[in-house]
């Protein structure tokens, strides 16, 4: 029981791990279960879409029993599944409750977990001491800065125009994966819609999809094809990061103005590697309200509470720029106190959070 509540979880639902011990009750099938509108039933995406007329009826005659859990989406990308999946104005209704991460304009009954930093750093464990005695601060670094992109977004595609226009990309190991902009994305940003892919070295790219690097090459997008279907953006090559001297973070969100941290931030913070964010506006700010320290005193941050998309972007690449200018390795050192504490944070808050998990879960049941 989770306080006076008894919970049934899908086994299909992303990130059940975090769930699990609070399930009375789990499932593999939702068509094969005896509902009982007394228990609270927790979903994830395959078996909703697969039992959408059982769940969307279930949802009517007993609202708020039926929970979707897809904390793996949040802020934008939450409503972008729940179009697809039809069941928005279930959401926005209180027919249905929701399970998410990041955070979303009023109207929509959700718990938000910050999922995937406990995925990180309980996935990392294993290999943060390494990562710690392999970095070398005062040593030459090949390279300015680091910066991955998956999908290709169309701030990400700016992103990429620009800096190659400056001269950016000449000294930054970076990455593109997908080679059409993704349109399911509307952005007032203008950008060209075809990229190439570029892939990391393999001295730089994590063990499992090495193998595979020479043979994504034909297809529009590779990221699963390069991690063969799983999610390897939890794991770390530390090579990448002990051979730059900052991340330049792309992160999910851009034009919508409500925050989504993913892998993408926490990656660095574990790093102790400085970084500059890309992302929706008061993206810092929301950081900053959890306890996590950015870079203020060294570089211009302002940016990150510009509304116009355009002049936001513009101003992130302009410190980029400032920081490759006045010395990349020097920004670095600089950084380390920052760097080292929001390491410690970041522990303690995973910590933290996953403590409070179940009370938060069983308030949330209880209004």
């Keep these: 029981m989770l306080g006076k509540h008894r919970i049934v979880v899908d086994e299909w639902a992303e990130v059940f791990d975090l769930l699990k011990p609070y399930a009375d009750e789990t499932f593999w099938q939702f068509r094969d279960i005896d509902f009982d509108p007394q228990n609270f039933y927790i979903i994830g995406r ?57 955070d979303l304009e009023p109207g929509y009954n959700e718990l938000s977990i910050d999922c995937y930093f406990t995925n990180i750093v309980d996935h990392l464990e294993n290999i943060e001491a390494h990562a710690h005695s392999y970095r070398v601060h005062s040593a030459p670094k090949p390279y300015d800065f680091l ?46 819609e075809v990229e190439p892919l570029r892939l990391l070295p393999p001295e730089y790219e994590i063990e499992q999809a090495v193998p595979n690097l020479d043979r994504v090459q034909d297809y ?12 390897g953006d939890a794991e770390i090559n530390p090579k990448a990061y002990v051979d730059t ?17 993913t892998e993408k ?11 500059v964010v890309a992302s929706n506006r008061g993206y810092y700010r929301d950081l900053h309200k ?13 940016f990150d509470l510009i509304d116009d998309p355009h002049d936001r972007i513009e101003r992130t690449i302009a410190v980029i720029q400032d920081i490759v200018r006045t010395g ?14 929001n390491y410690q944070h970041l522990k303690q808050y995973n910590r933290e959070q996953r403590k409070a998990l179940p009370q938060q879960l069983a308030q949330w049941l209880n209004d």
Aim: proline share 4%.
């Design 46 to 102: 395959v078996q909703l879409k697969e039992n959408f007329v059982l769940v969307s009826d279930y949802a009517q005659q007993y609202p708020g029993r039926i929970i979707f859990c897809n904390p793996a989406e949040g802020s934008q990308t939450i409503l972008l599944q729940l179009t697809r999946l039809r069941i928005t104005d279930m959401v926005k209704s209180g027919a249905i409750r929701m399970i998410t991460s990041g």
């Design 147 to 192: 910066f991955l992109n998956g999908r290709l977004r169309p701030h990400r595609k700016y992103m990429i125009d620009r800096m190659r226009e400056l001269g950016l990309l000449e000294t930054a190991l970076w990455t593109n994966l997908q080679k059409n902009v993704d349109l399911a994305w509307t952005s007032t940003l203008k950008t060209g």
């Design 220 to 231: 529009s997008f590779a990221k699963h094809f390069l991690f063969n279907n799983t999610w």
């Design 245 to 261: 001297c900052f991340s330049v973070v792309t992160e999910t969100i851009y034009d919508y103005p409500y925050s989504f941290r």
């Design 265 to 275: 931030i926490w990656k660095p913070m574990i790093m102790l590697h400085p970084f």
């Design 290 to 302: 959890i306890g996590f320290r950015t870079f203020g005193h060294l570089i211009d941050e302002s």
């Design 328 to 341: 990349a390795c020097d920004f670095l050192q600089a950084s380390q106190d920052v760097c080292k504490y």
